[in-house]
């Protein structure tokens, strides 16, 4: 049976590449690379520039099958976006943790040359109060709190058809008050959600497409996560189009007829590489079957805020501190040592969720800075030192990714939305991190669904199948 840890239920590994040198990293941008221009009538349409939509178009390139990438936005990687510096990376503003089960990341990033180093993991943890900070002791993990025998007792007292809330799921899982207050609100970090707003069983069915006994936040890239989109950019055949959204989708004589600002795309298939929530932004003519219809409107957005506090040091280190704590004060906040392991400079990880990212986003950068500031030092006193540099990524209400980390099943939502869409099994096919048969909410999980759906069409062209 998998340990119910932080893992389990899913947030963003690779092998350290110790022999590889930093210069390697540097020559991604110098080295040339000739694109052909963009291919308005190819054989695949991949709408959604993400890791996903990136991903599905390198596999069908390597099958020899024309492809074509687009996105809505002015840039590619979707909420993997990283702020460089010469060699490193100063913050990654979406996706930046993995581990080392999640292979097609790890994969991608050794053939670009990028390295990984382990995420600091030493020290003493806590969660902090209105009060003050409650030290965990050395061996604590809150998920032991989690009692899975009442969760699944819990489970099968419903009928097979009936959900519930995440809420009334933790509920059940522990007895004690406290527990259940600390639970609920570090869900709303990792759901960017209340849990009484996000299904029971459409989050379980993530738990077990997760394929992994490690913990998910292990890794993370050393010379930054936006380096491998550039990279992986520079390698399509055709050059990508951005900033130009798709608007409508006709299926007409065989063929698709993608509208968008900068023109028409002809395609004989089409990947939507996209949020669910996202998709039902663009006119699909004929309507897609009432099913897939359901399936994309059971998930929702999660409110998410990430900032990075870079300082001179990780000063917290010297007392013994570990950098890593819950806030029970502000629900939906968890806090990292996100330091890279070559540098001196400390990093610390904002994670906020729910109703407290959706109340930050509506307030000033400057207030959002003061907010950060005043925790960390409430976290760590004396100690604290004034950060060197301020980074943020806002995913709440985003027009093109809906939010962060994920979209999610909400309650009163089909719990089974995500093999829905992954079966539609037509011309038109969906792909996202979100809707994977592994390691879902993940990048790997998008890379791995990407690469399905360019399989899928592989295999369509070879048996010279052609429906709507």
Same mark, same amino acid.
């Given at each position: 049976?998998?340990?119910?840890n932080?893992?389990t239920?899913?947030k963003?590994?690779?092998l350290p590449?110790l022999a ?8 991604l941008k110098?080295k040339p ?10 054989t ?8 996903s ?5 390198? #596999? ?6 024309? @492809?074509?990438?687009i996105e809505?936005q /002015?840039?590619? +990687?979707?909420?993997?976006? =990283?702020?460089?510096?010469?060699k490193s990376?100063s913050?990654e503003l979406g996706a930046q943790l993995?581990?080392?089960d999640?292979?097609?990341i790890?994969?991608l990033?050794?053939?670009?040359y990028?390295?990984?180093s382990?995420?600091?993991g ?9 009060t003050?900070?409650e030290?965990w002791?050395?061996d604590?993990?809150?998920?032991e709190?989690?009692?899975?025998e ?14 519930f809330s995440?809420?009334?799921?933790i509920?059940?899982?522990t007895d ?8 609920k609100?570090?869900?709303?970090e990792?759901?960017?959600k209340?849990?009484?707003l996000v299904?029971t ?5 993530l738990? #077990?497409?997760f394929?992994?006994e490690?913990? @998910? ?5 050393? /010379?930054?996560? +936006?380096?491998l989109?550039? =990279? ?5 055949e055709h050059?990508p189009?951005?900033s130009?959204?798709?608007t409508r ?9 993608s509208?968008?600002?900068k ?5 004989n ?6 949020p ?7 006119s ?11 399936a994309?409107?059971?998930f929702?957005?999660?409110d998410?805020?990430?900032?990075t506090?870079?300082f ?5 280190r010297k ?7 819950v806030s029970n004060?502000?629900p939906g906040v968890?806090v990292?040592?996100?330091?890279l ?6 990093k ?5 969720g ?5 109340g930050?986003?509506?307030?000033r950068q400057e ?9 960390t030092k409430?976290a ?8 060197i540099?301020?980074h943020e990524g ?8 809906g939010?962060?980390y994920n979209?999610?099943v909400?309650?009163?939502?089909k719990p ?9 099994n ?7 991190s979100e809707?994977?048969a592994?390691?879902p909410?993940?990048m790997e999980g998008g890379?791995r669904s990407?690469y399905?759906?360019a ?14």
């Amino acid at each position: 049976m998998k340990e119910m840890n932080r893992s389990t239920f899913f947030k963003y590994s690779a092998l350290p590449l110790l022999a590889l040198a930093l210069e390697k990293c540097s020559s991604l941008k110098s080295k040339p690379f000739y694109q052909k221009e963009a291919n308005f009538s190819p054989t695949v349409l991949v709408i959604g520039g993400g890791i996903s939509g990136i991903s599905a178009a390198m #596999k069908l390139q390597e099958y020899g099958i024309s @492809a074509q990438l687009i996105e809505a936005q /002015n840039y590619f +990687g979707g909420r993997m976006k =990283s702020v460089l510096n010469e060699k490193s990376v100063s913050a990654e503003l979406g996706a930046q943790l993995f581990n080392q089960d999640m292979k097609e990341i790890i994969n991608l990033l050794e053939k670009n040359y990028l390295e990984n180093s382990p995420v600091y993991g030493e020290g003493k943890n806590f969660s902090l109060n209105s009060t003050g900070k409650e030290v965990w002791s050395e061996d604590s993990n809150v998920y032991e709190w989690i009692d899975e025998e009442k969760f699944l007792t819990k489970l099968d007292s419903k009928a097979t058809n009936q959900d519930f809330s995440l809420s009334e799921a933790i509920d059940a899982m522990t007895d004690e008050k406290e527990k259940r207050i600390l639970l609920k609100n570090m869900f709303r970090e990792l759901m960017g959600k209340n849990p009484d707003l996000v299904s029971t069983r459409g989050t379980y069915e993530l738990y #077990k497409r997760f394929n992994s006994e490690r913990d @998910a936040d292990e890794l993370h890239c050393e /010379n930054g996560l +936006g380096r491998l989109i550039e =990279s992986l950019i520079q390698k399509l055949e055709h050059a990508p189009i951005h900033s130009n959204p798709i608007t409508r989708i006709q299926w007409k004589n065989a063929k698709y007829i993608s509208t968008s600002k900068k023109g028409v795309i002809e395609s004989n298939y089409i990947i939507l590489a996209v949020p669910p929530p996202i998709i039902q932004k663009i006119s699909i003519e004929p309507k897609l079957p009432q099913a897939i219809q359901k399936a994309m409107s059971s998930f929702d957005t999660g409110d998410m805020i990430k900032i990075t506090l870079v300082f001179k040091e990780p000063f917290w280190r010297k007392e013994g501190w570990s950098g890593s704590f819950v806030s029970n004060a502000f629900p939906g906040v968890t806090v990292i040592d996100s330091s890279l392991k070559n540098q001196k400079q400390g990093k610390l990880v904002l994670f906020i969720g729910a109703e407290t990212a959706l109340g930050l986003s509506k307030k000033r950068q400057e207030q959002r800075k003061e907010f950060a500031y005043k925790l960390t030092k409430q976290a760590f006193g004396e100690s604290w030192l004034t950060p060197i540099e301020y980074h943020e990524g806002i995913w709440v209400n985003h027009p093109w990714s809906g939010g962060g980390y994920n979209s999610f099943v909400k309650y009163g939502g089909k719990p089974n939305a995500a093999e829905i869409l992954r079966n539609y099994n037509t011309n038109l096919l969906f792909a996202g991190s979100e809707i994977s048969a592994e390691f879902p909410g993940y990048m790997e999980g998008g890379i791995r669904s990407g690469y399905s759906a360019a399989k899928q069409i592989l295999s369509k062209i070879k048996s010279q199948k052609v429906k709507p």
